[in-house]
Every structure is written in structure tokens, then in C-alpha cells.
């Protein structure tokens, strides 16, 4: 079978480089294992602004310029909803961060993601004397909807390997040979699994553990997403997702009693009602030692490319960089020097 691109992983990164050779009529074949969950168990948060410091995510306005409308392009192709538009509400501990949000609504890059208004609390079950801030432009992808409804897409139309990639069955010559199948491109999109890619692993991902909890709270009562010491998003049905903890050594994706212990130990400051906890997942996230994407094409191999470094905020960042890899490959265009895997060499 000949193909114009293989793509080793079906997360977030290697969906939405899919989606974008989709656009451009590229044929596609995808590898994926299952092994790793990021994607799956991620809390889908997309928001421009970084809540503890008070400052824009990197090219915040570009990537969620490109990433919005290919998320709402999914969800008319595969029938799903994926965009959940929901505003957070910053929780003030104090006047000073009053002071410092009202210092941050006064920067130029920062004025049209934070409402200059301070809601004032007057929900029982949240523990808030100073009220809160709006962030604009927010909301939730439902990612574990997408990877699902992807795969499936995949597998009808016979585009789909489920297995680990046996790099020993790969020949990379003018051509890309994998078992079977012919490619001009092979592109790595593996997460955390990058740290067994004999091409990339020199690569400084510096992984990051997340868990999250699911807990059920019938009397909060809240249709925002709340962000303190944790993130609280509702789900529907009193569900809300708590989350995310960020652990460094253990880098399985087992569930642990100590991040449970840590999520409620924070949820109970911030909340005065009962709640039940239903569910905990955890996943490793691909973040990198300066905080930027890995993308490129590999030093010796020309046609062997990597997709990855997606960090905390894979739902805003994977369409961006799945347009510039697309863009160097096809149109020989210099990436973007700052998620450049040249920066490495
Ligand atoms: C707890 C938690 C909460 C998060 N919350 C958010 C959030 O609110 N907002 C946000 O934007 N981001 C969030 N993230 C980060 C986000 O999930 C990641 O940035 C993103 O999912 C990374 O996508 P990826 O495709 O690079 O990696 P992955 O999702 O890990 O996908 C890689 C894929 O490659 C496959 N693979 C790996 N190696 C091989 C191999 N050898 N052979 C075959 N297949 C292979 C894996 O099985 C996997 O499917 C969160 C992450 C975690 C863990």
C-alpha cells in the first residue's frame, strides 16, 4: 500500500497533523499502540491567559485563531460536539491579586482575554470573600470524545495500524518502508512515547505525571469553570472534573493515593459542600525543558519528522504546530525557530 505520510500516534498532535493533510488531500496511514493517554484523560482546558502569573500563553491569540475552527470543522465531519465554550472564573485569595488582575487587564496583549468586571461571590458552597475574574475566549475540548470518534473514523476507512511501531521493520531510504506500506514521510507524534524513538530520543522532553479526579458535588451548582490552587470543571449531571496534579519521577499512568490525597486536600479550601469522589485517571504529559514544541525533520534522515512537546496545552498548541510542520515539509518553509528541533543540535 503507498502513501503519502505515515503517522506513529493518534493523540492530539498526530490527529490534528491528519486533519491538516486532510485539508490538503494527503493519503495517511496511522500507527498507535495505546500506550500512552495523554490525550485521552486530558481536562481539554483551552485559555489564552496563564492564571497564576496573570500573563498571555505563548502566541495564545495565533493558536486558538487556528485551532477553534478545526475543532469545530471536526465536530461537523465526525457528527460530535467537541467544544464545550465555557468562561473561568479566577477565585481571588486577596485584594492584592484584585490589584494584579486589574494591573494585568491594563497590558495591551492581555485586555481582550480578561473582563475588567469583579464578580462577586455569592454561591454558598465556594469558599471566596475577594470574588472572582472572568477569563475570555475559554472553554473545554471534550479530547477523549475526539481520540475515540478519530480512531473509529481511521479504522473504517482502513487507515489504521493498532500496534507499537517495530522501528527494525523500518527503512528509511528515498522512500519510507514500513512492512507493507510505502510513504514519502514518516512523522513521529508519540508523546511520552518519544523517550523509546531510537531517531528523537536525544530530544530533552522533560516529562510530566497528571492526575485528575472526578467527583460528584450536588449542591455547587456552578456552569463555569473554577480556577484556584485546582481547576473545577463542570461536567454536567453535579459532575466536575479537579485537577491537574504534576508529578516528575513516577511517570506511569497509574492512578496514586498521594495525588488523590493532594486534589482533595485543595478542593476541600476551596469548597464548603459535600462532594464524592468517582473517578481518577492519570496520564504523562510531553513537556519539554524550555517549554516549547519539538518539531522537525531529523538531522540525518530527511524524511523521518517529529511532532511533539505539546506539553500542558496540547489542545491549543497541536493545530498550530501541525500547520507549520505541514508548511516545512510541503512548502518549504523555515518553522518557527522557537518549536525548531534544530534549537537541539
Ligand atoms: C492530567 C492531564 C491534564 C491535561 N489537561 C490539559 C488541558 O486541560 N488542556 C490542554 O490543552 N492540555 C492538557 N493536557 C496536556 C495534553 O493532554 C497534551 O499536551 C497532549 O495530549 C499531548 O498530545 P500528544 O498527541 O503529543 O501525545 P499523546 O496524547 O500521549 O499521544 C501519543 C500517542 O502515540 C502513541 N504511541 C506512543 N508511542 C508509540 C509507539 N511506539 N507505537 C505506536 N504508538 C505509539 C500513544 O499510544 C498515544 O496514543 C493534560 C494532560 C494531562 C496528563
New binding site residues.
Partial sequence: MKVDYII???????ILFCEVLREHGKTFLV????????????????NPVILKRFTEVWMATKQLELALPMYHALEKDLGITLDYKVPIYRLFASIEEQNNWFAACDKPNLASHLSTQIIPNSNPAINSDYGFGEVLQTGRIH?SVLVSAYKNRLKANGSFLE???DFEQLDDGEEVVYKDYRAQHIVF?????LV??PYFKYLPLKPT????LTIHAPDLNIDYILKSSVFLTPLGDDLYLV??TYEWNDLSNTTTIAAKEELLAKLRTILKCEFSVVDQ??????TVKDRRPLVGQHPERKNVYVL?G???????I?PYVAHELYDCIENNKALNSEIDIKRFI
Fill in positions: 506513529v500516534g493518534s493523540g492530539l498532535a498526530g500507527i498507535d499502540d495505546d500506550s500512552q493517554q495523554s490525550s485521552t484523560v486530558a481536562g481539554g482546558l483551552y479530547t500496534e507499537s511501531f507524534a508519540e508523546g511520552f512515547g523509546q524513538n505525571k497528571g492526575e485528575l485537577g491537574a485517571v492519570a496520564g504523562v504529559r510531553p511533539n505539546l506539553g500542558t496545552r496540547g489542545v491549543m497541536a
